[in-house]
C-alpha cells in the first residue's frame, strides 16, 4: 500500500455492517402494509442500489457485483419519524429513453406509480455517466434526492465531488453515501422524509432542448400544462409526443396523466374525472 | 380508469403530430446531446480529479485479468479451484452425514419393528422416503455448502464481468449476445436462475438463445452427480495424492464440454431458427470490491444452499418413496423396478448406460439432485440393507455388482452434463419466453443431443475396444 494517505479517508467513520446503524429509520423488512410514503430508488446498474435497500429495509435483496443483477422488483419497508415508507428497488439502467423492458418498468414507475420520493443512486466515480441518468429522472419528477454513493471509492481513486455545488446545480439535496458501510444513510433517509412530506422544496435541474426544438417542445409542453394543471413534468411529456412514445400518447389517451392530477389533488379518490 | 377519449386529449396529440411533421428527424439526437451536454457541464462543475490513492492496482489487475494470453488460463484456474475445494472439503462431511444417517435408519427401523409395524410400513417409510432424503442431504449439503459460499465470493469481487469481457468475442462469433457469458456463470449455481438472469439481455433473438442453452453448464444440482463419477472413477485411476486434483480437473474437463454446446448450439441457432447478426453492447467493468463476509454467508447459505436442498429435499421424499414401492411391489417374479429397468436396458446399453440409470433420470425429471440416490437405491433394492456411507462402498456397488466401467461413467457424466433441463427450469422458461414452442425447443433439444452424443461415444469406444 502508499505510505501516505489523504487525510480525508480517516475522516469517514466506518460503521461495521453489522453493527447498530446510528439512523433513526427503523427497517420493516418485507412489511409494506399502510405505508404513508412510497420511495422508489432508481439509479445506473452497479451503483450499489441493491446495498442501499438492503440497509434502509434489512432485508438481503441478493447483492452482486455485476451489471444488470437485480432483475426483479423488489420491495420493502422502513419506518422514520413515525411514518412508515414503502420502498421499491427499479432495475438498474442507463437511460430511459430506449425501449428495453428494464427502462420500461423503471420509467413507468417513476411516471405512473407517482413515488413520493425518488432516491436517484449514483456512482460517485463515473458521476458524468451516471448523470444522464439522473437527468432524465428529474425530467419527470420533482421529488428526487440524488444519493452520491461509493463516496469511499472516489476518494481511494482521488475523485473529489462537492457535493453541495452538485446539489445547487441539479436542484434537489445531495446525499454522499457509503452504502456498504451505511455511512451517510441517516441523513439520505432524513431527505428522503424531507421530500416526501413536502418540507423540502426542489427546484430540479430541467432538460431544455435549443432552437427550433425548442419552440414546439415550449408550445406543446403548454398545451398540456393548461390541460393537465400540476403535472410535473409537461415538458417532458411533450418531448416524449414529439418523439412518437406510443407509451405516452396511449396515456395521453386513455386519460392516465388526468388520474395522476386527480390523485395529486385528492388522494383518497384516486382516478376519476 | 377513463378510456373515452376526450376532445382536449386528441387535441394534443393532433397537436403534437402536426409539430412533429415540421421537427428535424435528428429531433431525438438533439434531445440526448443536450441531456449529455448538460450532464458534462454539471458534473465539471463539481468533480475534481486528484491524485489517485492506490488505484493503480485495478488497472494493472484488469489488464492481467482480461489479457488475451493469461485471460482464460486465470479463468479455467479460479474454476478448477472452486471445484478442488469443494471436493476435497466435501468428502469427510459427506461421509459422516451419511454414516448418521443411517445410524438413524437402523436404529428406527428396528424400533419400526419391534413395535410390530407391518414391513412394508417400515420399509416405506425408513427405507424408501427417509433413506431418499438421507441420500440427498449427505450427497448435496457438503459440496453446495462450499460451492456457493466460494462461487459467491468470484461474484461479489466483481470477476464475473470480466469473465464476461474474456468471452464477448467467442459469444459474438457464433452469433449471440456477449453477455451470455454472465448468463451462463449465473447457470452454475442453478439453471433456473441463469434463466432468469437472461433478462440482461435486451435483443430478444440473443435472449432466446442464451435460455435455450444455459442448460449446458452443468448446476448445482448436477455436480455431486459428476464429483461423484469424477472421484470414483477418475481419481481413482491417479496416486491418491494426485486424485483430488485428477477429479477437479475431469470437473472442469466437463465444463469445458458444456462451454463448447453452449457456443455450438448458440451458433446453429443463430444460423437457423433464430437468425440474425450480434448486438453490440457496451460492459462496464466494475470496480473490485471487497466482499462482505456476511453478506456472502447469507446469500449463499440462506438464499441458495438452503433454497436447493429444500427443494430437492421436497422431491427426494416422494422419490424415495415411488423407487421403493417399484422395488417392493413384484409382479410375475419380478419388481416393478426390474421390469421397467428391464424395459428401457437396451436404449440405455446403446447409449452407454444401462435400465436403471435411464428409470432414475425420469424419477429425476423434477429434480437433478436426486438422480445418483435413486440409482443406488434401485440398484440396491428394497429389500436390501446394505450400508453405504463411504465411496469405497458405492465403487464396489456399482463396479463389482452393477458392472459399470469408465465407459458408464463418462457417458453419464455427459449425459447429466447434456439432458433435458429439470421440472423447474422448464417452467422459467416458459414464464420467461412466455411460448409454449420455445419451450419445448429448450427441453426436447438438449435430450436429443444427449442422446446422440452419447451414443456415438458409446459406439466408439466400444468399436475400438
Excluded at chain 1, 18 to 41: C, E, M
Excluded at chain 2, 98 to 103: I, L
Excluded at chain 2, 219 to 229: A, D, E, S, V
Excluded at chain 2, 396 to 423: I, K, Y
Amino acid at each position: 500500500m502508499t505510505t501516505k494517505r489523504p487525510r480525508s479517508i480517516r475522516r469517514l467513520p466506518v460503521v461495521e455492517p453489522d453493527a447498530p446503524v446510528p439512523a433513526a429509520h427503523r427497517s420493516l423488512g418485507i412489511d409494506t402494509s399502510d405505508f404513508d410514503y412510497l420511495v422508489a430508488l432508481a439509479g445506473n446498474p452497479n451503483t450499489g442500489k441493491s446495498t442501499v435497500f438492503n440497509d434502509l429495509t434489512g432485508l438481503r435483496q441478493h447483492v452482486g457485483n455485476w451489471p444488470g443483477k437485480t432483475v426483479a422488483r423488489a420491495e420493502g419497508g422502513f419506518a422514520y419519524e413515525g411514518k412508515k415508507y414503502k420502498l421499491v428497488d427499479l432495475p438498474g439502467t442507463y437511460s430511459l429513453l430506449s425501449a428495453s423492458t428494464d427502462e420500461e418498468i423503471a420509467r413507468d414507475f417513476i411516471l405512473f406509480g407517482q413515488p413520493d420520493c425518488t432516491v436517484i443512486v449514483v456512482d460517485a466515480t463515473v458521476l458524468e455517466r451516471n448523470l444522464n441518468l439522473a437527468l432524465q429522472i428529474l425530467a419527470i419528477t420533482d421529488r428526487a434526492v440524488l444519493c452520491l454513493n461509493l463516496m469511499d471509492e472516489a476518494q481511494r481513486k482521488g475523485i473529489r465531488v462537492n457535493h453541495k455545488t452538485l446539489a445547487k446545480d441539479l436542484g434537489v439535496p445531495v446525499v454522499p453515501t457509503v452504502a456498504r458501510t451505511s455511512h451517510g444513510m441517516p441523513e439520505l433517509v432524513q431527505a428522503i422524509a424531507g421530500i416526501a412530506s413536502g418540507a423540502i422544496e426542489t427546484q430540479p435541474h430541467r432538460i431544455r432542448a435549443g432552437g427550433p426544438t425548442a419552440r414546439s417542445v415550449e408550445e406543446l409542453a403548454e398545451l398540456i400544462a393548461e390541460e393537465y394543471p400540476g403535472l410535473p413534468n409537461a415538458r417532458w411529456v411533450a418531448m416524449r409526443l414529439l418523439e412518437g412514445d406510443r407509451r405516452v400518447e396511449r396515456a395521453i389517451q386513455e386519460g392516465e396523466f388526468s388520474d395522476l392530477v386527480a390523485e395529486q389533488h385528492e388522494p383518497a379518490v384516486a382516478g376519476h374525472h | 380508469m377513463a378510456t373515452t377519449t376526450a376532445p382536449s386529449s386528441s387535441r394534443i396529440l393532433e397537436r403534437a403530430e402536426s409539430l412533429r411533421r415540421g421537427l428535424d428527424v435528428s429531433f431525438r439526437d438533439h434531445i440526448v446531446e443536450t441531456i449529455y451536454d448538460d450532464a458534462q457541464a454539471i458534473a465539471e462543475r463539481s468533480v475534481r480529479h486528484g491524485r489517485p490513492a492506490g488505484r493503480t492496482w485495478d488497472a494493472r489487475l484488469d489488464r492481467v485479468l482480461t489479457s488475451k494470453i493469461w485471460g482464460f488460463p486465470i479463468m479455467l484456474g479460479a474454476l478448477a479451484l472452486v471445484f478442488w475445494i469443494t471436493i476435497v472439503g466435501a468428502n469427510y462431511p459427506s461421509q459422516m452425514l451419511a454414516r448418521m444417517f443411517f445410524v438413524i435408519e437402523d436404529f428406527a427401523s428396528g424400533l419400526f419393528t419391534s413395535l410390530g409395524a407391518p414391513w412394508w410400513l417400515t420399509g416405506f417409510i425408513w427405507h424408501g422416503v427417509y433413506r431418499g432424503l438421507a441420500w440427498v442431504i449427505s450427497v448435496m449439503l457438503p459440496p453446495m455448502a462450499i460451492f456457493f459460499p466460494t462461487f459467491t465470493i468470484l461474484e461479489n469481487l466483481g470477476y464475473l464481468p470480466r469473465v464476461a469481457f474474456n468471452m464477448d468475442w467467442l459469444f459474438k462469433k457464433v452469433g449471440a449476445h456477449g453477455k451470455q457469458a454472465l448468463t451462463m456463470s449465473m447457470g452454475f449455481g442453478c439453471n433456473a436462475a441463469g434463466v432468469i438472469a437472461c433478462r440482461v439481455i435486451d435483443s430478444p433473438r440473443e435472449r432466446l438463445i442464451a435460455i435455450l442453452t444455459n442448460n449446458f453448464v452443468p448446476c448445482n444440482g448436477r455436480f455431486p452427480t459428476l464429483i461423484m463419477l469424477a472421484t470414483i472413477f477418475v481419481a481413482a485411476a491417479f496416486p491418491p495424492a494426485l486424485a483430488s486434483f485428477a477429479a477437479a480437473g475431469s470437473v472442469v474437463g466437463v465444463v469445458l464440454i458444456g462451454v463448447f454446446f453452449t457456443l455450438v448450439v448458440s451458433w446453429a441457432l443463430s444460423r437457423t431458427v433464430l437468425k440474425g447478426e450480434a448486438s453490440s453492447f457496451t460492459l462496464e467493468l466494475p470496480p473490485y470490491r471487497r466482499p462482505n463476509i456476511g453478506q456472502i454467508l447469507y446469500t449463499s447459505i440462506i438464499d441458495r444452499t438452503l433454497f436447493v436442498l429444500w427443494r430437492a429435499i421436497l422431491m427426494a421424499a416422494p422419490a424415495g418413496g415411488v423407487i421403493w414401492l417399484l422395488s417392493a411391489i413384484n409382479v410375475g417374479g419380478n419388481s416393478l423396478t426390474g421390469w421397467v429397468s428391464g424395459f428401457l436396458d437396451p436404449l440405455g446399453q446403446s447409449i452407454g448406460l444401462d435400465g436403471v440409470i435411464l428409470l432414475a433420470y425420469i424419477v429425476a425429471i423434477p429434480a437433478n439432485e436426486i438422480v445418483v440416490p435413486t440409482i443406488i437405491m434401485a440398484y440396491l433394492g428394497a429389500g436390501m440393507m446394505l450400508e453405504l456411507d463411504s465411496l469405497a462402498e458405492l465403487q464396489t456397488l456399482l463396479v463389482d455388482q452393477q458392472g459399470w466401467t469408465l465407459l458408464t461413467a463418462v457417458c453419464l457424466m455427459l449425459f447429466s452434463l447434456l439432458h433435458n433441463p429439470c421440472s423447474t427450469t422448464i417452467w422459467t422458461m416458459y414464464k420467461e419466453t412466455g411460448s409454449t414452442k420455445w419451450t419445448a425447443l429448450g427441453s426436447v433439444m438438449p435430450l436429443a443431443i444427449a442422446f446422440v452424443v452419447c451414443f456415438a461415444v458409446a459406439h466408439t469406444v466400444r468399436f475400438f475396444l
